[in-house]
């Protein structure tokens, strides 16, 4: 009976199991089936909008790519000017293997072709259009009808050799201004090829056919009924190995021409089939295994229970080996942060034994600034909100130094969702936070570098400028992140000098050099530059980096040291040979003057001696001039208001401009005092109102203007020897014929002269550049051809008191006197005529040719001598020294110099010293005779020796 039972249950269990089995099966194929195809096709759909979206980027790459071309200010005018220089430095070839496209077009805004290149050749500019392409880029079309600056039209057309990627864009500036010289258009085949590469890039093959193909591929027909029904994706399976998806494009025009062709294996599908198998399988065997332990109860538990413990075992193995494992620290603590349990890792980055840290809390570790964010967390744990966090935080080693980790806190609930304990896993980034520590110092550094550090990708787009960079060019960051940088080109330099830097660089060598470049507001600046290749470990180059610092500024001081130097050169010079040859000029002038007495006014030779007087004026005057150039002049400085010096000169200056050429002047009310030589000054003013005059043609006009102002820091900054303060301004402006930028280079160079032979000798602007930097002051030059010139001169604002006005001219010399004179000078000619001079002027005279014969003669005469006349550079004992001994002697009262050159005995910087009595060589007889009767006849403090 028990026998006959068990059969029957044995009945009943293997039916049920069978029934079981048997709807778990049906179901499972009907619903599991389903959800593999299901995922299958959704897989295709996927793979399609991929593909679709690989076009598109292909497309909108292109675009971006053309955007570089169609920017660019050569671009620009090779669109108005076709240069074949142009098409030579940039159209070769490579250029379309580099751009990754088949073709490029130039258009004017009429529509016919510029310039054509395809990836088979290079032809000129009349090349027609391809056949393929007329109906898209014929005139008329909408893609050369791209003139607008914001205007841009690309995507994918239908060509009649197959799917076309092109874009056009407007030929802009490269400021992204117009108006358009025309459209610029890239463009690609999709062939086979193409088709192939980009189904790599999505991993499935894709094809691309018209829409209306006549001879469609198995297929492809069902789907385009689909797709022209309004279904977004058609999914036509071929068998039980491939399957193929197909879309409804849309050209670059917005019309539906094309569909878009995936295919994919059925892996999915077939998977889902041996899965279900497996499932099949699994579940006979677990048919068989629950009847074997219906049948064999005691020993199946048994059997079950030594499995199960044999799993507890080897899972509490695993746990450990995973808790052991060295990557990471694993600590294990309860609610209220006592360390239960601890690995060796965390033992390691703690620098605590196992034994220390389990006595420990986990605040106790914490560093005290990390700790409320950690307790935050930790609260939000306990009360349910959170169940894990994770953050960085520091560690207070055994040590005292603290280490940086990155922690993973997660926690274990209880059936009553309190927590039974927390589980940490702790990282040591500690290098990782040094290594940031020091990239951000880095950052620093080259944010707050003094010079200008920009860095590119591997193709030369620029992807960090520092602020330097945005102070000197005047673009912010986000202006020129993405750009080449040739935004901040400035034309100065030739195609090859930017290929020969290019291929330098891009070989893995360092360029230096210097570059002309362009600010946002159009200034130009000179950088001294060093640009360095990138290196990642692989030696492959990653960057460039250049470095560069701005040297305008420098450049322009070492003109002026050149200049400068060139003014030192030139006051050497004229000081050279001022002394012999105004002692010669002084001779020349002198028996000239004696000899010119003695004739009478019938006599002919008497206006061959005024032209000899006249030649050793224009002598005289040119070394002067030298002189002024070269500082070495002597000044006699006083307050001087050039309002009143002004209005002195305004009749004077009348009748040497002639009737034709107007004289204006305008006045500052306030007195527009400065410190100069008055005499010099007024040569100043003459020598530029002549000037002025040559300028202007008739009718022309010039005009005078004082002014007192306070100029700004940036004009003392470019001008440093200027003393700061308010200054007076002395403008001569005149609305000639102007100065050309490559003249005023020059103008104020030494017989550098734009007049007609014999009209000038290129001397008067280099004397009025001389006296006016010798007295302290500046001068500057605004002009533009056809459009006048002004010469402004700047002097320091003097200060307030009795402005010096010109001395009167006597209306006769007194040349006669009965003073004792010694004449001291070197050279015998001067001497015997400046005895000559004085004994017809009825002085006693003695006469020395050096200092020890003077103080000779001087004691040998036995009283003080009414007057000593020394020249002041003299071999042996100079002139200053000899009147200061005779003064010490007691042997002269009062001394008068005399001199051609600034010996800085008696000048400071070109200055005369207070009290001293000076007559400059050369001199007329009427000259010498006046200011020797000014020196007996004056103070003695004023001939001080």
């Known amino acids: 009976m028990k026998k006959e039972h068990n059969s029957k249950t044995t009945f009943w269990l293997v039916a049920s199991l069978c029934i079981l089995v048997g709807t778990i099966t049906l179901i499972s194929w009907l619903t599991v089936m389903g959800g593999f195809n299901e995922l299958e096709e959704r897989f295709v759909r996927s793979n399609l909008l991929r593909a679709q979206e690989v076009l598109e980027e292909k497309s909108s790459n292109m675009s971006v790519k053309l955007a570089d071309w169609a920017k660019w200010d050569d671009v620009y005018a090779f669109a108005a000017n076709r240069n074949r220089a142009f098409i030579d430095a940039n159209l070769m070839p490579i250029a379309l293997e580099n751009l990754q496209i088949d073709m490029m077009a130039f258009f004017d805004t009429r529509g016919d072709v510029i310039y054509f290149m395809d990836n088979s050749h290079a032809s000129e500019m009349s090349l027609r259009v391809p056949e393929d392409l007329k109906e898209y880029l014929g005139k008329g079309s909408a893609f050369l009808q791209q003139t607008k600056e914001d205007s841009v039209l690309y995507g994918v057309v239908m060509a009649r050799r197959g799917p076309v990627a092109i874009a056009a864009r407007p030929i802009l500036k490269t400021s992204g201004k117009g108006p358009a010289r025309g459209t610029m258009v890239f463009a690609r085949h999709i062939d086979a090829a193409e088709l192939k590469r980009l189904s790599g890039i999505i991993k499935v093959p894709m094809d691309l056919r018209r829409a209306d193909e006549s001879a469609p591929p198995p297929g492809f027909a069902e789907a385009r009924k689909k797709l022209f029904n309004g279904e977004t994706a058609a999914i036509e399976p071929h068998d039980s190995g491939a399957i193929s998806g197909y879309m409804l494009l849309k050209d670059a025009f917005g019309k539906e021409t094309m569909i878009l062709t995936v295919e994919m294996p059925r892996d999915i599908s077939q998977f889902g089939r041996k899965t279900l198998g497996y499932f099949i399988l699994a579940l006979l065997a677990v048919g068989f295994i629950f009847a074997a332990a219906v049948y064999f109860p005691l020993d199946a538990e048994i059997s079950g229970r030594r499995k199960a413990e044999a799993g507890l075992r080897e899972s ?59 307790l935050q967390l930790f609260k939000s744990i306990l009360s349910g909100q959170i169940d894990k966090y994770s953050l960085e935080k520091r560690f207070v080693r055994k040590d005292g130094g603290f280490v940086w980790t990155g922690i993973k806190v997660g926690c274990v609930r209880k059936p009553d969702g309190k927590v039974d304990y927390i589980v940490c896993v702790i990282e040591d980034i500690t290098l990782r936070k040094q290594a940031e520590a020091e990239r951000e110092r880095l950052t620093v550094a080259i944010e707050q570098a003094g010079d200008v550090v920009i860095i590119t990708d591997r193709a030369g787009k620029i992807q960090y400028v520092n602020p330097v960079f945005e102070k000197l060019s005047g673009y912010q960051r986000s202006e020129v992140v993405g750009q080449e940088p040739r935004v901040i080109s400035s034309g100065r330099h030739t195609a090859e000098f930017y290929q020969t830097l290019w291929r330098t660089i891009s070989s893995g060598k360092t360029w230096k050099g210097r570059l002309v470049n362009k600010k946002k507001d159009g200034a130009l600046y000179t950088e001294e530059a060093t640009i360095s290749p990138v290196l990642d470990a692989a030696g492959t180059i990653t960057n460039y980096v250049a470095v ?168 003392f900054a470019i001008r440093p020897e200027l003393a700061r303060g308010r200054m007076v301004c002395l403008s001569v402006r005149d609305n000639g014929c102007g100065i050309d930028p490559e003249e005023q280079k020059h103008l104020f160079q030494p017989f550098y002269t734009t007049k007609e032979q014999g009209k000038g000798t290129g001397l008067g602007l280099s004397m009025v550049y001389g006296t ?106 100079s002139g200053r020294e000899l009147g200061r001994e005779l003064e010490r002697r007691r042997l002269a009262l009062r001394t008068l110099y005399m001199s051609g050159y600034a010996d800085e005995a008696i000048v400071k910087h070109g200055v005369l010293e207070p009290g001293i009595a000076f007559i400059y060589k050369p001199f007329t007889v009427e000259a010498f005779s006046a200011k020797l009767r000014e020196v007996l006849d004056g103070p003695a403090d004023q001939a001080k020796a």
């Open 548 to 715: 560069k610092r701005d040297i305008t500024e420098q450049l322009r001081l070492e003109a002026q040291v050149r200049q400068s130097q060139k003014m030192e050169a030139v006051g050497l010079l004229a000081g050279g040979i001022a002394h012999d040859f105004n002692n010669i000029l002084t001779a020349i002038k002198g028996y000239t003057a004696l000899v010119t007495r003695s004739l009478k006014p019938e006599d002919p030779s008497l206006a061959d001696m005024n032209e000899i007087m006249n030649s050793a004026e224009r002598a005289a005057t040119l070394t002067r001039q030298l002189l002024a150039f070269g500082r070495k002049q002597i000044l006699s400085l006083k307050v001087v208001d050039l309002n009143t010096t002004l209005d002195d000169m305004a009749n004077m200056l009348r009748r040497i401009i002639g009737e034709e050429i107007s004289l204006s002047t305008k006045i500052f009310p306030a007195p527009c005092l400065v410190t100069v030589d008055r005499s010099l000054m007024e040569q100043v003013i003459v020598n530029l109102v002549l000037n002025a005059r040559d300028a202007v043609s008739k009718n022309g006009g010039i005009a005078l203007e004082t002014e007192i102002l306070r100029p700004s820091d940036d004009f």
């Open 316 to 374: 509490e193995s695993r746990f450990r080996s995973y808790f052991e494992l060295p990557l990471h620290g694993v600590a294990i603590t309860s609610p209220d942060k006592v360390w239960l349990q601890v690995n060796d890792r965390i033992c390691e980055i703690l620098c605590y034994s196992r034994e220390e840290l389990l006595r420990m809390t986990w605040d106790e570790l914490t560093h005290p600034e990390d700790l409320a964010q950690d």
């Open 772 to 877: 006016v930097k010798q007295s302290g002051g500046e001068i500057e030059v605004v002009s533009a051809v056809g459009k006048g010139s002004t010469f402004k001169l700047y002097f320091p604002l003097a200060a307030a008191g009795a402005p010096e006005r010109a001395a009167a001219i006597p209306e006769e010399a007194y040349e006669h006197g009965a003073e004792t004179v010694l004449l001291v000078d070197d050279d015998e000619t001067l001497r015997r005529m400046g005895e000559r001079v004085l004994r017809a002027g009825g002085y006693i005279v003695l006469s020395a040719a050096d200092g020890p014969s003077a103080i000779a003669a001087a004691e040998r005469h036995g009283k003080p001598l009414d007057l000593l006349i020394t020249d002041v550079v003299m071999p042996g004992m």
